[in-house]
């Protein structure tokens, strides 16, 4: 069965430091979403793709964030100068189609900044 | 205030008992998810739904879309089914189906 796969699964990195977590979706999939979950605290909405573009954002992804699509295959999220803060699960999510479908979630990016 | 609620925050049952969780929330919505999270982190689909009742082997979600609220119901509980249970909608009319989520529900299955 067709899954979406992070890399990597847990990432340390140093406060101020450039992160890059990728991510596979399931390959007809139209749709492409990254969430976050600090720990403790629930699932929040970072960003939607659709369409080699970024179609909703919400108030936490900031300038300090960006998405891409490099090559069709892999959907990243970057982070280019980490705070404290960002230490949380990052996941990322695919759907196919253009309703609400199910969203099928990948098993997620620990990333810990020090 | 939080557009997803769930009740109970914490749930400690014995095996074979009929587990409930409850989501309620307030925006008009399309579609309305439940979802799994392992004690790992992972997250899995269990339903999606917009109208009516889903039931997939023991486990059975219900909708009322008039009342806004949702019920997610475990029958003969077991022990694997520890984990934590999330409430998500789609609200109506975002055409990026984002997710609203829910704060979870942490289930405790004690054999």
């Known amino acids: 069965e067709p899954e979406v796969t992070q890399t990597p699964s847990h990432q340390v990195t140093q406060m101020g430091q450039e992160v890059i977590l990728r991510c596979v979706p399931i390959s007809n999939h139209l749709y492409f979403y990254w969430y976050r979950q600090i720990l403790g605290q629930k699932v929040e909405f970072l960003v939607s793709?659709?369409?080699?573009?970024?179609?909703?954002k919400s108030e936490i992804f900031d300038d300090q964030f960006s998405v891409e699509r490099p090559d069709g295959s892999n959907f990243t999220l970057k982070i280019r100068s980490t705070k404290l803060e960002d230490s949380a699960m990052y996941f990322c999510?695919?759907?196919?189609?253009?309703?609400?479908?199910?969203?099928?979630f990948g098993p997620g990016t620990r990333l810990t900044v020090t | 205030k939080n557009e997803v609620e769930q009740s109970p925050q914490n749930l400690t049952a014995q095996e074979g008992e009929f587990i409930t969780i409850n989501c309620s929330y307030s925006v008009g919505i399309s579609a309305l998810h439940w979802l799994q999270q392992h004690p790992g982190g992972g997250i899995v689909s269990l339903f999606m739904l917009s109208s009516g009742k889903k039931k997939h082997g023991r486990l059975i979600a219900t909708i009322n879309i008039q009342e806004k609220h949702s019920s997610l119901h475990i029958t003969a509980s077991h022990p694997r089914d520890s984990a934590v249970y999330i409430c998500?909608?789609?609200?109506?009319?975002?055409?990026?189906?984002?997710?609203?989520w829910g704060a979870g529900t942490k289930l405790i299955i004690k054999p």
């Open positions: 793709f659709y369409n080699n573009e970024i179609s909703e």
């Open positions: 998500a909608v789609t609200p109506y009319m975002d055409s990026n189906y984002q997710l609203i």
């Open positions: 999510a695919s759907s196919d189609g253009t309703g609400p479908y199910e969203q099928y």
